[in-house]
């Protein structure tokens, strides 16, 4: 695994640490790890380098949003959790975990309701395929990231988010934008 790259935005106060993992591939290697064992498909370096960076985050307040959970972000949370137990640093840091993403359970019920999942491509509805199919995700957007800062998170762990959501997640939070005022998300983004 590659570090992921680090982008930081200050607004005020408080920064951010955005730390983008997942692209397309990237969540088949790690559907294809939890596959294998139910604990793992997340960034496995994403939980080392929050164990060296947490001391910082808790002193300087900074907040982290990141879609390293990637098929696991419960099981990345609390691997975070646990390494922030182990180093003392628990009881002063809350953890948000954003889940939804994962609409496999959900595919039947998409396609009896009329809903082809045509490959955009092809043109092909995806029951032809649906027994082959080991894993669905959909993109998620800002929101959940706004709600769980509003909510006083410090780390925000994420699967399957937009680029644009994982980064305007912040910008909505630190300006209290509303999540549906179009014309400053555009600006955000």
Same mark, same amino acid.
């Given at each position: 695994?590659?570090?992921?790259? &680090? ?13 983008d993992y997942l692209a397309e591939v ?5 559907? *294809?790890? @939890?596959?294998?064992?139910? @604990? ?16 910082? =985050? =808790?002193? @300087? ?6 879609? +390293? ?22 009881? *002063?840091?809350?953890?948000?975990? &954003?889940?939804?993403?994962d609409i496999l359970g959900r595919l ?9 999942? +045509? ?42 988010? /937009?680029? /644009?959501?994982?980064?305007l997640g912040p910008i909505v939070h ?9 014309? *400053? ?5």
């Open positions: 695994w590659l570090e992921a790259p &680090v982008r930081q935005v200050s607004g005020g106060p408080i920064d951010y640490l955005m730390m990237t969540m088949s290697i790690m559907q *294809k790890q @939890k596959s294998r064992d139910p @604990k793992a498909g997340y960034a496995r370096d994403f939980v080392p380098l929050m164990e060296r960076i947490l001391p910082e =985050v =808790v002193r @300087k307040r900074i907040k982290v949003t990141s879609n +390293a959970g990637g098929v696991n972000p419960r099981g990345c949370a609390e691997a975070v959790l646990e390494v922030a137990r182990r180093i003392g640093l628990a009881n *002063k840091l809350s953890i948000g975990l &954003v889940t939804g993403d039947d019920e998409l396609i009896a309701s009329g809903n082809p999942l +045509a490959n955009m491509e092809t043109g092909r509805p995806l029951v032809d395929i649906r027994d082959r199919v080991l894993s669905a995700n959909a993109y998620l957007g800002m929101a959940p990231i706004v709600e769980a800062l509003r909510g006083g998170a410090d780390v925000v762990i994420t699967g399957r988010v /937009t680029d /644009t959501g994982l980064t630190e300006f209290g934008w509303s999540v549906d005022d179009w014309d *400053k998300v555009a600006a955000g983004t």
